[in-house]
C-alpha cells in the first residue's frame, strides 16, 4: 500500500524517494518536505527550498518505458528518463494552478518549468535508477512555490501562488496534485493525443526561435516527450537539454 511521509526537514525528497525504492517501497509512495536544503534542479543545480512551498517527491515504477527513454547514465545510478512523466507532472501541476485561479492561466515550458505570468511557479524533475536495461523504478520531484519567500536574485523570474492568491494553504495544492501524479502512475509510457493536446494549449515555447537545445523554431512536443525543433531544412525530436531563446 502506498505511503505519504511528511518530514521537517530532507535534503531533498528525490534522495528520499530513492531510499524508499532501494527499500522496495511500491509505486505511489509519496514524501513531502516543510524544507529542503539542497533540492535538486536540472544540470546539478541545486538550492534551498523554504517552508511554505510545496516540495514533494513520488515514487514510480512503470512497467514499461518509451523507446529511447533512458539517455545516459550507469547501471544502478542515475540517467536520463521520464520525458513523457515530466509532462504529465507539469500537467497535473498546470491544472492545480488553474483549479485554484479559475481559469486557463498556467503555461509550461519544456522541458520541465510551469509558468504563471512569464514567471516560474513550478519545476519538474524526473530520476531513474537502473539495473542494466530495465528500470527499477522512477523518482518524480515537483516543487511549487506556495507561500515560501522568494530570494531576491530569482524574484524577477519566479512567482509564488500566494501572490495571486493570498488565502491559498499548501493543502490546496496537494489536494489536486497528489491523486493526479499518482494516478499517471498507471498510464502508457507515450503521451496520449489528449495530453499533447492539453500540452499544445499551455506551450509556452511553440513558435519562438532558440539557440539551445538546437538552433531554430519550437514547434511542439512528440509523444515521448521530446521537444520539436524546426531547423528550416527539416525538424528534429530533442530528449534532453536545456533553452536559450535565441
Known sequence: ???????????????????????????????????????????????????????????????????????????GGGGGGGGAVAIRAGLAVADAVDALLGGPVARLK????????????????????????????????VGVNVRNALPAAVASRAVALHERLPDVRRIDVLDRLVPALVRSAALEPALSERECAAFARRDWLRGRQLREPAVGRAGGLRPDGALLVDLGAGTIGVREGHVELA
Do not use: Y
Not at 15 to 37: F, N, R, Y
Not at 117 to 139: F, M, N, P, S, Y
Open 1 to 75: 500500500m502506498p505511503q505519504c511521509g511528511l518530514f521537517h526537514r530532507l535534503t531533498s525528497t528525490l534522495d528520499a524517494i530513492h531510499d524508499l525504492g532501494a527499500l522496495g517501497a511500491p509505486a505511489g509512495t509519496t514524501v513531502i518536505a516543510e524544507e529542503q536544503s539542497a533540492g535538486r534542479g536540472r544540470d546539478g543545480r541545486t538550492w534551498h527550498s523554504p517552508p511554505g512551498g510545496v516540495w514533494l517527491g513520488l515514487l514510480l515504477r512503470p512497467e514499461h518505458v518509451a523507446p529511447g527513454e533512458r539517455g545516459g547514465g550507469v547501471a
Open 110 to 141: 519544456w522541458p520541465n518549468d510551469v509558468l504563471l505570468d512569464d514567471r516560474k511557479i513550478a519545476g519538474v524533475l524526473c530520476e531513474g535508477r537502473w539495473q542494466g536495461d530495465r528500470l527499477q523504478w522512477l523518482a518524480v520531484g
